[in-house]
């Protein structure tokens, strides 16, 4: 029995009866009568405070339990924040006479929660694996530095982290050896690859994995942010502190000059600078569009009126938009720096052909489970794809203009989904089964890796609360992101991965620390934490 499961039935029984004994107690109790005299002496310790009886209580000591151990997986699990701080939050919640605070002893609760949760996490995904409902994944691999190079893999449809492993290298030997060891594992293939354009990660899809490999649409789009962004943003900042110049001078020359030469010749530097600022302005503006344009460009329809699009009509259109972007340059007094335009348009082939690969895969997944005719294949292209798709894409935009485009055309085809003939005809469990099959094929488009970039973005940020990386704790937040990341409709990647629930982490977790470490005494008085 614990010391905590001792000193509640001695709490309860003095409760029942205060003028007992501590011979009755020890009787009652079943526990020896220095033990009772022991806790008993320890319970009046601890009753330092008015709120300290209660933590006595069994429904105390569990919220007791549930209070330290969801600041630990929280703020020092979770969010990096350093023992010594959380030790100096427990003392001003008067916690220390019930468990120990010290910053030592909460690095060794963290190090039980690590434990606890890689071992749950560990059979919950052999119990996935067991169900075996996953389909061949979209990966992304990218690497992230922090104290040590970590190699990243994920599937982008269900933002699983396959691995987040520290390595030595990121040639293809390193990358292949991992990701196969992976895939084995979990017995899953992967159906393409996004990446950079690495010739370790190119060669790791074409041969190592014998699929499918993509350009990252978010580093091509940052190749042109970094080529002229920083130069525009630079003219900007340059005309809007000229122009401040020009205003306060402006101001000098009419309190002290106002009627001298000098004042109109203030005045017109301060119309000069005013026109260069709405200039370099309308550029960035401009440019912005330009960007704009090129993501708005890579989808399975057009925008404006939701007609199916292929590849080489996507290829097209970005080509035609890297030629507008030039020209825009060129016009504009900046220098056009050809590589890096260069760079991109050897990129547009690539990028363009997810759109046919995405097509293809929809079509083969149709035809494995039902024989369409012309009306139901029109109605699924030109209706109820595009309704979910455009749906699924107002779900991951933030921008305001693009969400508004974007709601422009899903709204329209959602009127025409509402009025075709097939939907009423459906009976609610087919149309919501229908509904779910184009969803999932919906999130399959996958043009970026950016989820992957978050992640490691993520990674640095907890690299640098916690002042570098706690041995084993890489591993605790990969496994955490995939089982306790949850969405808004409260699914976890590990959920939409295996195609299964699975209980809360949190709560079974703390299970495993239903007894905390004891405050500790020295000199015969309880030991402060901190």
């Known amino acids: 029995?614990?010391?905590?499961?001792?000193?509640?039935?001695?709490?309860?029984?003095?409760?029942?009866?205060?003028?007992q004994s501590i011979r009755q107690v020890a009787h009652r109790t079943g526990l020896s009568k220095s033990g009772v005299h022991r806790l008993k002496q320890a319970m009046e310790r601890r009753d330092k405070h008015p709120?300290?009886?209660?933590?006595?209580t069994e429904a105390g000591r569990c919220w007791f339990i549930r209070l330290v151990v969801a600041t630990l997986y929280t703020f020092g699990l979770k969010r990096g924040v350093g023992a010594e701080t959380i030790s100096e939050f427990f003392g001003r919640l008067r916690l220390e006479t019930h468990v120990g605070c010290s910053p030592s002893a909460l690095r060794g609760m963290m190090q039980a929660l690590e434990q606890a949760i890689l071992e749950t996490t560990a059979a919950w995904e052999q119990e996935g694996i067991a169900h075996g409902e996953t389909r061949p994944i979209i990966g992304a691999v990218d690497e992230t530095f922090l104290a040590r190079m970590m190699l990243v893999f994920m599937d982008l449809v269900s933002g699983y982290l396959l691995f987040e492993e520290v390595a030595e290298e990121r040639s293809y030997d390193t990358w292949h050896t991992l990701v196969k060891a992976r895939l084995e594992t979990l017995g899953v293939r992967v159906f393409s690859l996004v990446s950079d354009r690495a010739k370790a990660l190119i060669k790791l899809a074409e041969t190592g994995l014998e699929c499918l490999s993509l350009p990252d649409l978010f580093h091509l789009i940052h190749e042109l942010v970094k080529s002229y962004s920083l130069a525009i943003g630079s003219r900007l900042r340059q005309a809007q502190q000229a122009l401040?110049?020009?205003?306060?001078?402006?101001?000098?020359?009419?309190?002290?000059?106002?009627?001298?030469?000098?004042?109109?010749?203030?005045?017109?530097l301060v119309e000069t600078s005013a026109s260069e600022v709405t200039y370099w302005e309308n550029v960035h503006s401009a440019y912005r569009h330009h960007l704009e344009t090129v993501s708005l460009r890579v989808h399975p329809w057009h925008l404006v009126d939701s007609t199916r699009q292929t590849s080489a009509d996507v290829e097209c259109q970005l080509h035609a938009e890297t030629q507008a972007v030039e020209a825009f340059i060129a016009t504009s007094g900046l220098p056009v720096k050809k590589e890096a335009l260069d760079k991109v348009r050897k990129q547009l082939a690539g990028v363009?052909?997810?759109?046919?690969?995405?097509?293809?895969?929809?079509?083969?997944?149709?035809?494995?489970?039902?024989?369409?005719?012309?009306?139901?294949?029109?109605?699924?292209?030109?209706?109820?794809?595009?309704?979910?798709?455009?749906?699924?894409?107002?779900?991951?935009?933030?921008?305001?203009?693009?969400?508004?485009?974007?709601?422009?055309?899903?709204?329209?085809?959602q009127t025409a989904f509402e009025r075709h003939p097939i939907t009423g005809k459906l009976a609610p469990a087919v149309r919501t089964a229908w509904e779910t099959w184009?969803?999932?094929?919906?999130?399959?488009?996958?043009?970026?890796?950016?989820?992957?970039?978050?992640?490691?973005?993520?990674?640095?940020?907890?690299?640098?609360?916690?002042?570098?990386?706690?041995?084993?704790?890489?591993?605790?937040w990969t496994v955490v992101h995939n089982f306790d990341c949850r969405a808004a409709d409260g699914t976890t990647p590990a959920s939409r991965f295996f195609r299964r629930d699975f209980p809360d982490l949190f709560e079974?977790?703390?299970?495993?620390?239903?007894?905390?470490?004891?405050?500790r005494r020295r000199n015969q008085t309880i030991a402060l934490s901190g």
């Open 352 to 413: 363009a052909a997810l759109v046919d690969v995405w097509w293809q895969r929809v079509w083969q997944d149709v035809q494995h489970q039902v024989d369409l005719t012309p009306a139901w294949r029109q109605w699924i292209e030109e209706v109820l794809l595009p309704r979910m798709y455009w749906q699924e894409q107002l779900s991951r935009t933030r921008c305001p203009r693009r969400k508004a485009k974007l709601l422009e055309a899903w709204e329209a085809v």
């Open 508 to 519: 079974t977790v703390l299970l495993h620390l239903e007894e905390l470490p004891r405050p």
């Open 51 to 56: 709120e300290s009886w209660w933590w006595e």
């Open 1 to 19: 029995m614990g010391f905590w499961a001792k000193s509640l039935r001695i709490f309860n029984s003095f409760c029942d009866n205060a003028q």
């Open 438 to 476: 184009a969803s999932e094929h919906a999130k399959a488009f996958q043009r970026a890796s950016s989820a992957v970039e978050g992640r490691n973005g993520y990674l640095s940020q907890m690299q640098h609360n916690h002042r570098g990386l706690p041995k084993g704790r890489s591993k605790v």
């Open 244 to 268: 401040k110049q020009a205003q306060e001078r402006l101001a000098t020359c009419r309190a002290s000059h106002p009627d001298s030469p000098e004042l109109q010749r203030a005045q017109a």
